[in-house]
């Protein structure tokens, strides 16, 4: 069953007087706990897609449902409510709030919510304890390594147990050993936590963790490939 | 509460630049609560004394004409008029120039009466009245000069020929008058030459009933209207607002300098808060995208920036308070201020003025901040 549904999505974005097309009628379903990757070179839309994916932006034509629900139509705060039940967002910088430890940050998503202090604690520690740093909680983001904060990332984008994470270049700002370890995780959740994953990359080797590979060039698909055997970490 | 965390976390993000912001609010609100805190004391000078019921009658053409002592038993004749007395302002210094308070010839038979509102030892009235050179003196006075009962005084002429030699009889109280000296009338008429005999500047009238003060004030005036002194009569509280406006428009111009503080602070502050929301813009895409609703954002950082104002606010008023318990200003300004303090009313007003300007200079930023989307954040490399 198709979690996501994509029909004939147009995204312009104006840019003074300019309109730049970015996506061209992109249609495409995306299957409940897949791992999806979108490739192509810059400008090709990709994260545009993505985005969409996750809500933060709204297509120029065409319709986005998620869980059989027509996302595109929503209003900004009911797509905030949304965002929030729904998605799990991942960034190449992680973009953590550096005022806030790791446990704190990871508890942001749920301060939405109506869970009690106590129950917010068991969540934050199970999504800390998944990503393998349950000793790091206290520490701040300056005093963690690139890789340590991308799995902090991860653990704010899984503890609301979303339907969807999405991620933009998760290992587009770490070494070959952390990106290894960033890949293996998510291939983790997917695999034994059945989230369905949908990631931009640049990195082939990327790709190969993901189950499935579209190709994007100047905003249309041009390639949709199955990986039949999965890299490993 | 929940969110108080994020707040704080945020308040001290730049520990440096953020104490910086509060230190120069809080000296901005010191001198917005000094400033202020002056006004009050201006106002509540002139709604000093029991104001509705006592109606001064001073001439028509200025302060300085005086009155002939005849006019105080026809004004006395006048229907709804409790009493009379006569009030002579002496203008005398003590010792030096800088010593300078008010001080008065007062009809010493008559003050109970009139001045019922200054509260004295019945001991202490009935030995003033009966020492010709008697006077009684505020507390303020006692306190700055160390004076107490049977000293010896002498003042120094400024306005009438002579030197009032006088010895203390009493001590007196009030709410808001705490530094003036009172002798006796009949001391004064016999000091000065003969020409400036039996002339005083003012008598103070008490009614039987406020309401008729309207038309007591025009029965006096119109009975002197074409006389060799016109009478102009006035409530208390008038009275004291023109004397207060002979020192120029003060309370205007005190007035402005309050307002142009607070419009400084609220300046600074939105450079502060502008930088410190720009610094965040990627965050707050991140928040925007993990689902909290754009007015939340807003009421997280504006809370923040009032939170921030405020604090500065209360250090300032705070500040200002402790400052003013120990240093006497009364002395320090040679009893310009006398009873000055940071007044609980000027206090809350300063401080709801801090909160209003968080949100005032913090305003425009948050808007900003969080109306830019989320795509346009997380793509701003700050």
Redesign the interface.
């Known amino acids: 069953m198709a979690l996501v549904e994509v029909k004939e999505v147009h995204k312009v974005y104006k840019r003074d007087s300019f309109e730049v097309p970015v996506l061209n009628g992109i249609s495409l379903s995306v299957g409940e706990g897949d791992f999806l990757a979108l490739m192509g070179p810059s400008g090709s839309g990709k994260t545009t897609l993505l ?1 969409l994916i ?1 809500g ?2 709204r297509p120029t034509r065409g319709t986005i449902a998620v869980d059989g629900r027509e996302i595109s139509n929503f209003s ?2 009911a797509l ?2 949304w ?3 729904h998605i799990g ?1 991942i ?1 190449q910088m992680y ?1 953590l ?4 430890n790791a446990f ?1 940050n990871v508890e ?2 749920l ?2 919510t109506k869970l009690s ?1 106590k129950e917010r604690r068991e969540h934050v520690e199970t999504a800390l304890r998944i990503v393998g740093l349950a000793d790091r909680m206290k520490h701040y983001p300056r005093q963690l390594s690139g890789g340590q904060e991308q799995r902090v990332a991860i653990a ?1 984008a899984i503890v609301t147990d979303p339907s969807i994470l999405v991620a933009d270049e998760p290992t587009g700002d770490l070494d070959a050993k952390n990106a290894a370890e960033t890949l293996d995780l998510l291939q983790h959740l997917n695999t034994d936590f059945k989230k369905t994953i949908v990631m931009v990359t640049h990195d082939p080797k990327a790709a190969g963790f993901a189950r499935r590979t579209l190709h994007l060039e100047k905003g249309q698909i041009i390639e949709d490939t199955a990986n039949g055997a999965r890299a490993q970490a | 509460m929940k969110y108080f965390k994020l707040i704080r976390r945020n308040l001290f993000r730049n520990r440096l630049r953020s104490m910086m912001t509060l230190a120069l609010i809080a000296v901005i609100f010191f001198f917005v609560a000094t400033l202020l805190s002056i006004l009050e004391l201006f106002n509540r000078f002139e709604d000093q004394g029991q104001g509705t019921n006592r109606l001064v009658v001073q001439s028509s053409i200025s302060l300085a004409n005086p009155l002939p002592y005849a006019y105080e038993q026809k004004i006395r004749e006048v229907p709804g008029v409790a009493d009379v007395c006569k009030l002579q302002w002496i203008g005398a210094y003590y010792k030096e120039k800088k010593n300078f308070f008010a001080n008065f010839a007062v009809d010493q038979d008559r003050m109970e009466s009139v001045f019922a509102d200054y509260r004295i030892d019945p001991k202490q009235m009935a030995d003033f009245k009966a020492d010709r050179q008697g006077c009684i003196v505020g507390t303020d006075l006692v306190k700055r000069y160390g004076w107490k009962i049977g000293d010896r005084i002498t003042l120094k002429r400024q306005i009438f020929p002579y030197d009032p030699e006088l010895t203390i009889r009493g001590i007196y109280e009030h709410p808001v008058n705490t530094a003036a000296l009172y002798y006796h009338m009949s001391y004064h008429n016999e000091a000065i030459p003969p020409m400036m005999k039996d002339h005083v500047n003012t008598f103070w009238l008490s009614v039987k009933d406020p309401s008729k003060n309207a038309a007591i004030s025009q029965q006096i005036d119109a009975m002197f209207k074409n006389s060799e002194f016109p009478t102009e009569t006035v409530t208390e509280k008038q009275f004291q607002a023109s004397f207060m406006a002979m020192m120029g428009n003060i309370k205007l111009l005190f007035g402005s300098i309050s307002t142009c503080a607070v419009f400084m602070v609220i300046l600074l502050a939105a450079i502060t808060m502008s930088m410190s929301a720009r610094e965040r813009v990627t965050e707050i895409a991140v928040l925007k995208a993990i689902g909290f609703e754009k007015g939340l954002v807003m009421t997280l950082m504006l809370t923040e920036f009032s939170l921030l104002t405020f604090a500065g606010g209360a250090l300032g008023v705070l500040g200002a308070k402790l400052i003013y318990m120990v240093v006497p200003m009364g002395k320090v300004t040679q009893g310009f201020l006398v009873g000055f303090q940071i007044f609980p009313m000027t206090a809350l007003l300063a401080l709801g003025s801090s909160i209003l300007v968080g949100l005032i200079a913090g305003g425009l930023p948050a808007i900003n901040a969080t109306k830019m989307s989320v795509v346009d954040g997380l793509r701003r490399v700050v």
Request: charged share 30%; proline share 8%.
């Open positions: 985005n996750a933060i932006d900004e705060t905030a409510g965002r929030a039940r967002f960034f973009n709030i550096p005022v806030l704190e942001l998503p301060l939405l202090k704010r």
